[in-house]
């Protein structure tokens, strides 16, 4: 059987993978496959042993398929008159490993197989193959592409790219993200989207401190790469092509189409464009969170050590980043700065420097909209324009103050009373009140049918 270069080192790679990583073993396997034993057999054996003895197991053949291309004896028999040929196929029989030793106590779904994951997705497996983009599929055929798009402008003008995932992925991604991703410990130091944490938790370890500074992570979800989710779901234990399905599941890349036409066109800059156009995580994805999450573990855990070196304390809400501390942190606080945004390039994430705030005790100190001073507390301002809300919806109707066309107002609203009532329960109950006479279309009594009647006025 005579394959293309690509084609040729792939079957090689996967035989050389198939079994044990000694030499004698290697070498057994690759001659089994092209039916002779040329001399580059034992190159390309001594190659793989060396390079990958110590994660055999985990050994990517593609990667060692690249290696094989630039092995001399083997190019020369490529290019000359002795080509192999391949009179059999051995790939590596998948199995899933145990995670580390920390991991020991979760229990995940045994996936050792795509069709073991396509199974458990409840999925076809050319379905799974779509969803995972194994096929390529047009720029403009957007009926095919598995995410919707929506710009969301910010306080500072620039766009935040909202990324929808239709049905069927939406509802893989929920199974990955409660079968898997949410018995994943994070770090203690996280408190956005986890359970039993929340604003809260976040703001509360640094109320009536001295000092207390605050950073802010640049395109947080955007920032998270393939090859990190990647990481997560091999550290799991599962498989390469496994892992490499369920990062495709949870990753997006941005069509260059969007951004070249309404509504995307002209609200994105060059950098932004390029960070979507490669394999992200997608805001609006139900995996993304927990995901990040876990890609911040190392962040988290040098931040808290340069934390304690200062005798300060550190939580991360998301891509909120708080310290706070007495004199020494106050001293340092040009330092950290320094140092937290040099942590932050290495861990692969960006401080936007234009939201790092040094809040000293004798101004308001605030982390995401939580005011700290002496408690966790409602911030006045935030009261006054929820109530003002509030207020003009029960005597103007709802649809009057949905200036930013929420789909569900009244979740929204439902929303904003309960995070006042978590932050200060005495002005939450005020909000509620107000909340309670709005009248809502939808709770409005029908008007009888008119039978052409006409009724007197009422004096």
């Not at 956005?192 to 001295?210: D, E, L, M, T, Y």
């Not at 200060?424 to 009248?439: C, E, M, Q, S, T």
Request: net charge positive; proline share 7%; hydrophobic share 45%.
């Amino acid at each position: 059987m005579q394959l293309d270069l690509s084609a040729a080192v792939q079957l090689i790679a996967e035989a050389a993978l198939a079994g044990p990583s000694k030499h004698a073993s290697v070498v057994e396997r690759i001659v089994a496959v092209v039916g002779a034993d040329p001399p580059w057999c034992h190159d390309v054996a001594t190659l793989a042993v060396q390079r990958f003895a110590y994660c055999w197991r985990e050994a990517s053949p593609e990667d060692l398929a690249l290696l094989i291309v630039d092995v001399p004896a083997f190019a020369a028999a490529w290019s000359g008159v002795d080509r192999p040929t391949f009179v059999r196929v051995l790939k590596r029989v998948p199995t899933q490993v145990a995670p580390p030793v920390s991991l020991a106590h979760i229990s995940i779904p045994l996936l050792p197989t795509l069709a073991d994951l396509a199974d458990w997705l409840e999925l076809r497996s050319t379905d799974l193959e779509w969803l995972a983009d194994r096929w390529r599929v047009e720029g403009h055929a957007r009926r095919l592409h598995h995410y919707g798009y929506h710009a969301c402008e910010k306080r500072d003008g620039r766009y935040r790219l909202i990324e929808r995932p239709k049905p069927l992925l939406r509802s893989a991604q929920h199974k990955i993200l409660h079968q898997i991703l949410d018995h994943i410990p994070v770090h203690a130091a996280a408190h956005g989207f986890c359970k039993r944490r929340n604003i809260v938790s976040f703001a509360a370890p640094h109320a009536g401190q001295a000092m207390v500074l605050s950073f802010d992570l640049q395109d947080f979800f955007s920032s998270v790469t393939a090859g990190r989710v990647h990481a997560i779901f091999r550290t799991l234990g599962y498989p390469f092509a496994v892992a490499r399905a369920i990062t495709a599941l949870t990753t997006n890349r941005v069509p260059s189409a969007y951004f070249d036409a309404p509504p995307l066109r002209g609200k994105f800059t060059w950098h932004e464009r390029e960070r979507l156009r490669a394999r992200h995580l997608p805001q609006g994805a139900a995996t993304s969170p927990a995901l990040a999450n876990l890609c911040a573990f190392r962040l988290d855990m040098r931040l808290s050590a340069l934390a304690r070196a200062l005798g300060a304390r550190y939580t991360r809400y998301a891509d909120d980043l708080a310290f706070s501390g007495g004199s020494v942190l106050a001293r340092a606080s040009e330092r950290l700065s320094i140092q937290v945004a040099a942590i932050a390039l290495e861990e692969g994430f960006e401080v936007h420097s234009r939201k790092t705030h040094g809040m000293p005790r004798g101004v308001r100190q605030q982390l995401a909209g939580v005011v700290i001073n002496r408690h966790p507390n409602l911030a006045r301002d935030c009261y006054d324009r929820c109530k003002a809300v509030l207020h003009n919806c029960a005597l103007h109707g709802p649809a009057s103050q949905n200036r930013e066309a929420h789909g569900d107002f009244r979740a929204h609203l439902m929303g904003k009373v309960a995070h006042a009532t978590m932050l200060n329960p005495r002005r939450g109950a005020k909000l509620k009140v107000l909340f309670d006479r709005i009248i809502w279309p939808e709770d409005a009594p029908a008007r009888p049918p008119d039978d052409g009647t006409v009724h007197a006025m009422p004096q």
